[in-house]
């Protein structure tokens, strides 16, 4: 239950808000600030209002149903109507605590995702694939844009890494939830025995930072430049078009050879370390805030395993939140992973209501 105080906080600031904006006395600068901010609350103003009035409404109902004079279908009328009112109660919290959750600065920033095949040899290479084609199913269906930034290839045709970036509106917000341990349970076709073998794959999703977001200063980098080729590399150039970054200050070593330019090469590396030294720094802060941060969902720990995907049982597990789903083919296709993260988001609202209480 989300405490009156904050719904009431809700109704106030958009009343407070909505006599700024027509009192003339904004600058131009101020109007777009508060008009942006009066739209965020008119989105959510009427399941504030309904959610204030819940329990005088059902007890006007229950009044009814209790009275002794009022007839069979009235009674009947009422019990419905509570019915009702209870499930669109229910949906009003749900849209009120996704509103009052800590607004997270990057969470309308687009990511930069990098899976990794982890214990499981080639087994894990293939695990790593099926993700990346999850991911790309789950873009295509909210229109969001996928490039890859750098891939290299298994033996087995899998990938031993992929990075890619993905752009449109609020993509980290959503794929946040996806950074750790994911585990694969599966019968390999290598497997002549027909035994299940386990495999794992990391994700980390990083919010793409601008470089407003965190000044990387050229002295602070050290770029060396090579020849393309050998593991990951999809061909052997003749001229040293690969470059390897490193950021002295934090020690993080981005290395990129996709492309046949020098150029084109250097700007994707740099594309990486500025997310991997923002999403540092923001870990730093993050930790600074809150020692429990690690304990709540989304906390990104890239050692945490957080999802089970059992192929001979035909399910998903979510061990974040003890979710498993029956239904692996339909969320790998991208189908229902919606539903799992809403849930996700869910329960890390109540984690951080629970924090601000």
């Known amino acids: ?12 600031k958009h009343q407070s808000i909505e006599k700024e904006l027509s009192s003339g006395n904004l600058d131009p600068r101020k109007y777009a600030e508060k008009s942006k901010e009066y739209s965020e609350l008119g989105g959510v103003i009427k399941c504030a ?21 009022s ?6 009328l009422a019990k419905k109507e509570i019915s009702e009112l209870s499930k669109k109660n229910i949906e009003n919290e ?18 930069i995702v990098e899976i990794r095949a982890g214990t499981g040899g080639l087994e894990a290479t293939l695990f790593c694939s099926d993700l990346f084609k999850m991911y790309e199913r789950v873009c295509g269906k909210k229109n969001w844009k996928i490039e ?20 449109g509106s609020d993509i980290y ?29 990391t994700v980390a999703v990083l919010p793409e930072a601008e470089e407003v977001d965190i000044d990387i200063k050229e002295a602070d980098l050290r770029i060396d430049v090579f020849r393309a080729g050998g593991p990951g590399g999809q061909s052997v150039n003749t001229t040293d078009s690969a470059v390897r970054v490193t950021h002295l200050p934090t020690g993080v070593v981005v290395s990129q ?12 590396a740099l594309k990486i370390l500025r997310a991997r030294v923002y999403e540092a720094e923001k870990r730093k802060k993050d930790k600074e805030r809150s020692e429990n941060r690690k304990n709540q969902i989304g906390s990104g720990d890239r050692s945490e395993r957080i999802r089970t995907y059992n192929f001979p049982q035909g399910r998903v597990t979510d061990h974040r939140i003890n979710l498993t789903l029956h239904k692996l083919d339909e969320f790998l296709s991208g189908e229902i992973h919606n539903e799992m993260n809403e849930i996700l988001r869910l329960k890390d609202q109540d984690l951080k209501l629970k924090e601000l209480n």
């Open 257 to 268: 050879q996709d492309e046949k330019s020098q150029h084109k090469n250097k700007a994707k």
């Open 94 to 111: 749900n849209k009120l605590k996704i509103f009052l959750l800590p607004k997270d600065q990057d969470d309308k920033k687009n990511a």
């Open 148 to 167: 890859v930034i750098n891939l290299s290839k298994s033996e087995a045709g899998g990938f031993k890494e992929i990075i890619f970036s993905v752009s």
């Open 49 to 69: 209002l309904s959610y204030l009035n819940y329990e005088s409404e059902k007890k006007d109902l229950e009044i009814i149903v209790k009275d002794q004079k």
């Open 71 to 76: 007839d069979e279908e009235m009674i009947n």
């Open 1 to 12: 239950m989300i405490p009156k105080d904050k719904v009431e906080a809700i109704v106030s």
């Open 173 to 201: 917000s959503y794929l946040k939830y996806e950074s750790g341990v994911h585990r694969v349970q599966r019968v390999p076709d290598t497997e002549t025995q027909g035994r299940v073998h386990t495999s794992a794959a």
